[in-house]
């Protein structure tokens, strides 16, 4: 008898669960993509803040505006779900629309925001360790912006994108190294949308997926980043998915995705396939974020 050697599938190589958060509540997310109704919101209630995994199984939910005032607050995700109140004295510049990514393995870093309102885009950095521990300020590589995204790639890999500044609303990228050195800017590819307010989650266990967002109007345009960390031109929204700004997405399932809020949810295949709206649950708003745990 000779062996059955099934077909070639996308790498199982993530975590299983996730969870969107702040500006109110958390949801989780389950192995098969369901998320859950609202979660009562531990520690304190911010917009505009970012979210990422660190040591392999956790996620961390860090920065962003509370009553009006930035913050630098953090909240430790653990590997089952459950939000911790906020870390007092965390380092690094207060700012809001900032991005963040996981990379090494097992680390994470926030970049980019505003540190004072739209007048002051930055593109300081800070390193989160395999313990959740935020670093202090690394100088800033690349296009200050704000209302920034981004997401892994490569298994070890992340990938820093689009936002805006002074007006302007950008289509470059800046890479992140396995060990969290940021890249100077990537040129905008042909066929890519610039625009802001995107949202951007890994899928397949080695690529990344940026989609939704406003170039001027809403849109649901979607554009692929390989395990090399190269931006394909725009896939022309899904049929029945709804132009959104603001969304918030994770991976979950090992290799799959989800976009979810303000008012619609997107499912993501292991091939980067976007799904139609699905049933949105939990509250619909803008301004929450999501990574992936366990």
Known sequence: M???????????SGNQEGIFGLNGYTNLVSNAGVVASDTALVGSNRTHNAACEYGEDKGIFGFGVLAGVLKNITNL?????????????????????LASCSFGGDKGLFGYGAS???????????????????????????????????????ED???????????????????VSNVGVVTSDVAKPAGVTARTVACGLSYGGDKG??????????????????????????????????????KAGTQYGGNKGIFTFPSSTNLVSSAGVVSSDVTQIGTGRNYCYGCSFN
């Open 77 to 97: 995700v653990s590997n089952t779900g459950v939000v911790a109140t906020d870390q007092a004295a965390t380092t690094g510049t207060v700012r809001y629309g």
């Open 209 to 246: 997926i940026f989609g939704f967002g406003n170039d001027g109007v809403e849109t649901a345009v979607t554009n692929l980043v390989s395990n090399t960390g190269v931006v394909a031109a725009d896939t022309a929204a899904v049929v029945g998915a709804t132009a959104t700004s603001f």
């Open 2 to 12: 000779f062996p059955i050697i099934p077909g070639a599938t996308a790498a199982v």
């Open 157 to 175: 890999k992340g990938i820093i994108g689009f936002g805006y500044a002074s007006g302007t609303k950008y289509g470059v990228t800046n890479l």
């Open 116 to 154: 004072c309102g739209p007048g002051c885009p930055t593109a300081v950095t800070n390193l989160v360790s395999n313990t959740g521990v935020i670093a202090s300020d690394v100088s800033g590589v690349g296009t200050a912006r704000y209302e920034i995204t981004a997401c892994e790639y490569g």
